[in-house]
């Protein structure tokens, strides 16, 4: 139990546009998803905290209006990287928590690796 | 903030045991979770802790102690596969999102 699905799992797009990855909880419904992004040999860092029906919370220093989140239902929630640049490769995985309880941890996605040419 | 601290990388032999250390700083404390990630893909989870001790799981155990700021993952009976990043997560008071270090690169070999 408690699958969470991430697409695509890399895409390759140029500067300028704008790419869509999708994050589903397949078994579970998940009010709140979180969006991390992953240079090379670093660390999982917090982009957002993704609330379904209402606006996502952004960490400190991520553009709000670059990075759009989505969270239409209680398994979908989405991340737009608007005008990518080659500053925004990176990996990027969403994740959830299946239950409410304080021990249950994250479950992530398979990640999407983007590469802006 | 919050500062979590663990080894870079560790190597060990096919078969022996390995302890993978993380200190942290954390504004109050709300548990503590270990994830494996295998390059290129995501994180699954290995471990929780939240009271001091020792917590057995297969191959697997991890240890806290909160009054150090510490805790360990003990891998026993190593194997090929084992070879991946080792995420130590700490989840700072009052909330339930965890703070990741940087994790640690173990590589097994024959």
């Known amino acids: 139990g408690a699958v969470v699905s991430q697409h695509p799992s890399w895409v390759i797009c140029k500067s300028g546009t704008s790419v869509k990855i999708e994050c589903r909880s397949l078994?579970?419904?998940?009010?709140?998803m979180f969006w991390y992004r992953q240079f090379p040999k670093q660390s999982l860092m917090l982009m957002a905290t993704s609330n379904e029906g209402s606006k996502a919370t952004y960490e400190q220093g991520v553009e709000k209006d670059k990075f759009l989140i989505n969270h239409a239902s209680l398994t979908l929630s989405t991340l737009t990287v608007t005008s990518a640049h080659p500053e925004d490769s990176s990996f990027y995985i969403c994740?959830?928590?299946?239950?409410?309880?304080?021990?249950?941890?994250?479950?992530f996605g398979n990640g999407t690796r983007l590469t802006v040419t | 903030g919050q500062n979590i601290d663990q080894p870079t990388e560790m190597t060990a032999t096919e078969g022996a045991i390995v302890q993978i250390n993380c200190t942290y700083q954390?504004?109050?404390?709300?548990?503590l979770f270990w994830y494996q990630q295998h390059a290129g893909e995501a994180p699954t989870f290995l471990s929780y802790n939240v009271l001091d001790g020792l917590e057995e799981k297969g191959r697997f155990s991890s240890f806290l102690s909160r009054s150090k700021g510490y805790s360990y993952l003990l891998l026993k009976e190593l194997q090929m596969k084992d070879s991946a990043s080792y995420l130590c997560a700490v989840r700072p008071g009052g909330s339930y999102i965890p703070t990741f270090g940087r994790g640690t690169s173990l590589i097994v070999h024959p």
């Open positions: 994740s959830a928590r299946a239950e409410s309880s304080s021990n249950s941890p994250l479950h």
């Open positions: 078994d579970f419904q998940a009010t709140t």
């Open positions: 954390t504004s109050g404390f709300n548990g």
